[in-house]
């Protein structure tokens, strides 16, 4: 009887130490690192926008490269390159680029980003693990922000394996992470070069 008693005593005393926010900083910061100390990395993803009220969807699929906070990213016939002061816009389908000052306050969330998306500005809770992947939800500090929560799916190594953004007209945003790999980027592979596109119209907000 006293066994028993012990045993209920010791298994409320780690209940009540257990903390499920700080395993969610901690597997949010293994995720993180796991992103910062590699060169640079490509991924490809599928986005998906599901209108919970309307029932109406949408997907389509793209591919990003990485590298600090320069990127390139590929999506619905549109180049999108970024390194990190200037930004370039290319539409293929007019041969038209539209260049402009990057301002990383105006980038809320992105592929590029959301790996330390959670170290300012969130609170966090870790949820529970499920098909073997840990689920922590992320809450916005600034209450008029255009969502109310995050939620990301990181796998049993610590790789991000999807996100979901959920705003305030009941939508849903996934982001599911495909084929990744680890590569080295040169710097000028994240500038465009204007001279490789003949007759190209420029729109340049600078």
Avoid: C
């Avoid at 600090?68 to 590929?74: F, I, Q, R, S």
């Avoid at 949820?127 to 995050?150: A, R």
């Amino acid at each position: 009887m006293k066994y028993l008693l012990l045993t209920f005593l010791v298994s409320i005393i780690s209940l009540s130490g257990y903390d499920p926010d700080k395993k969610a900083f901690s597997l949010l910061n293994s995720m993180s690192n796991n992103y910062k100390k590699m060169k640079g990395f490509s991924t490809t993803f599928t986005y998906s926008m599901i209108n919970l009220t309307e029932n109406i969807s949408d997907s389509f699929e793209g591919k990003i490269f990485v590298k600090g906070e320069k990127y390139v990213l590929y999506i619905e016939g549109q180049k999108i390159i970024n390194d990190s002061k200037t930004s370039w816009t290319y539409l293929d389908d007019l041969n038209e680029v539209t260049i402009s000052e990057f301002d990383a306050s105006e980038q809320d969330i992105s592929l590029s980003n959301i790996f330390d998306i959670y170290k300012n500005g969130f609170d966090y809770k870790y949820i529970g693990e499920e098909d073997k992947l840990n689920i922590i939800e992320l809450y916005p500090q600034d209450e008029y922000k255009t969502y109310y929560k995050i939620v990301f799916k990181i796998d049993l190594n610590n790789f991000l394996h999807s996100f979901s953004i959920y705003d305030n007209t009941n939508s849903k945003f996934v982001y599911i992470i495909n084929e990744f790999l680890e590569e080295e980027l040169d710097n000028t592979f994240f500038t465009f070069d204007l001279s490789l596109y003949p007759d190209i119209e420029v729109i340049d907000f600078r």
